[in-house]
């Protein structure tokens, strides 16, 4: 059973908020990602983060950032919603010499 | 470019029928190949995995083929229950440490009949 929490896991926000999809992993894992995932669509890379104060971009291009002050807790923010936001984020960690990856159930966002 | 392409988008499969979702990869150094089955409200998670150097992996209903020269692996699930409807993800990767992410296909959303 995977270990990891994302909050909320529904939100629907006005077009200019600031928001925030926390993440937190309980397992101690060194590496967390954040995914974008849309019907029929693949999931997309957005961010991800080796180790504490690591972070960088994914293949796909979002105007969220992320940080990682902490090795269990990996929030990603938004700094002014678009409904081009409005999507399924998905959070993800898995630890060191392990390729499996342990999800969270994600966060559905949509932006009016 | 996609790295990794899949098909069917969807497929219907009567209880206890052969469900089979391929999936197709461009970069010959991946090392790594997983499923991950989701669930509505959930995320994905884990099903299977191969790496290159074996044609065949097979844990309980469920079996990779891996074909390397044609760059292509699909999954089979054998004797498909109800309990199997989902979507489906391949992806490829690396797995050493030093890599960052995995590349995931479109996803096949199947449903098993009663």
């Known amino acids: 059973e995977a270990d990891i929490y994302q909050t909320p896991r529904y939100l629907v926000i006005g077009t200019g908020k600031k928001i925030t999809l926390e993440c937190s992993q309980t397992?101690?894992?060194?590496?967390m990602y954040w995914y974008q995932q849309d019907p029929g669509m693949e999931l997309h890379l957005i961010h991800y983060s080796y180790g504490v104060n690591s972070t960088e971009k994914g293949d796909l291009s979002s105007e969220s950032t992320v940080s990682r002050i902490r090795t269990e807790h990996f929030p990603l923010t938004l700094e002014s919603a678009r409904p081009s936001h409005t999507s399924q984020y998905l959070c993800?960690?898995?630890?060191?010499?392990?390729?499996?990856?342990?999800f969270g159930s994600g966060t559905q966002l949509s932006v009016l | 470019q996609q790295q990794v392409k899949q098909s069917p988008q969807s497929l219907i499969v009567q209880k206890g029928g052969i469900s089979i979702i391929n999936c197709a990869y461009e970069n010959t150094a991946f090392d790594y190949f997983p499923w991950y089955q989701q669930f509505p409200g959930k995320g994905p998670a884990l099903l299977i995995a191969?790496?290159?150097?074996?044609s065949e992996k097979k844990e309980g209903r469920f079996t990779i083929s891996f074909n390397k020269s044609a760059k292509q692996f699909s999954l089979h699930i054998m004797d498909s229950q109800p309990g199997d409807s989902a979507t489906y993800f391949c992806?490829?990767?690396?797995?050493?440490?030093?890599?960052?992410?995995?590349?995931f296909g479109t996803g096949t959303s199947l449903t098993v009949i009663p």
């Open positions: 992806a490829a990767g690396f797995s050493s440490n030093t890599g960052n992410q995995f590349y």
């Open positions: 993800a960690s898995r630890g060191y010499g392990n390729e499996k990856l342990f």
């Open positions: 397992m101690g894992h060194d590496k």
């Open positions: 191969i790496r290159p150097d074996v």
